[in-house]
């Protein structure tokens, strides 16, 4: 019983595709977040999702777009792949507005041809 | 402009030795410092935090020492073991919801 699980672990795709990842936590949690895990390895927030709502839209390519169903759920849609989208998103959560530690899903590796 | 900075991207450490990782910030704000542990093919997992309230935070082999006047984080482990070997994130929390995180320490802990 994963608590973040990130679906999927691999995808390989052609520039000019649509693709989406899916993000599930069963912890509870209010907040939950997409992070990009770039070549440099830095981990940049993407968004954040506080009970359903956006609350940090980082610079972000509009092609870029979260959602979230619920607050258990949060989805990242990207259109139109381009190469320097190829990097490691991972997501998390956590309960937000207290000091408290996020839990990260394991990442899904994405890698544009 | 990295909120957050470890400058050793790698660190090799005998066993049984005191392992010293080190993070560096810019913004005297942030409140809340934290450090993740990172195995390959694995997310980051949440190892140990502190408070600026704070100068040291202890959990077992684990210590946080928090200097704020100088904008410095370490991360000590003692004694170090060879399943500690992974990626050492530092990260900091601002406004309860912004998460900022370094670039990552690789650790390797030789038996």
């Known amino acids: 019983d994963t608590a973040v699980s990130q679906t999927p672990k691999y995808l390989v795709t052609q520039m000019g595709n649509d693709k989406s990842i899916k993000c599930e936590q069963n912890?509870?949690?209010?907040?939950m977040y997409w992070y990009k895990q770039d070549s440099k390895k830095f981990l940049k927030i993407m968004f954040s999702?506080?009970?359903?709502?956006?609350?940090i839209n980082e610079t972000v390519p509009n092609r870029f777009s979260p959602k979230s169903p619920d607050k258990a759920h949060l989805n990242l849609h990207i259109n139109s792949l381009e190469l320097g989208d190829s990097a490691v998103y991972f997501c998390?959560?956590?309960?937000?507005?207290?000091?408290?530690?996020?839990?990260f899903g394991d990442g899904t590796r994405l890698s544009i041809l | 402009d990295q909120q957050v900075k470890q400058n050793s991207p790698s660190l090799s450490v005998q066993e049984g030795r005191i392992s010293i990782l080190n993070c560096d910030y810019t913004n005297s704000m942030f409140d809340y410092f934290l450090w993740y542990k990172k195995y390959p093919a694995e997310g980051p997992t949440f190892l140990i935090s502190?408070?600026?309230?704070?100068d040291k935070n202890e959990d077992g082999r684990f210590t946080v020492f928090l200097n704020k006047s100088a904008k410095h984080l370490s991360l000590h482990i003692v004694p170090s073991q060879p399943g500690d070997s992974a990626v050492y994130f530092c990260?900091?929390?601002?406004?309860?919801?912004?998460?900022?995180f370094g670039s990552g320490t690789k650790l390797n802990v030789k038996p």
């Open positions: 999702y506080n009970n359903k709502e956006l609350i």
């Open positions: 502190i408070s600026s309230i704070k």
């Open positions: 912890l509870g949690h209010d907040t």
């Open positions: 998390a959560s956590s309960q937000g507005a207290q000091n408290q530690p996020q839990h």
């Open positions: 990260a900091v929390l601002y406004n309860f919801n912004k998460f900022y």
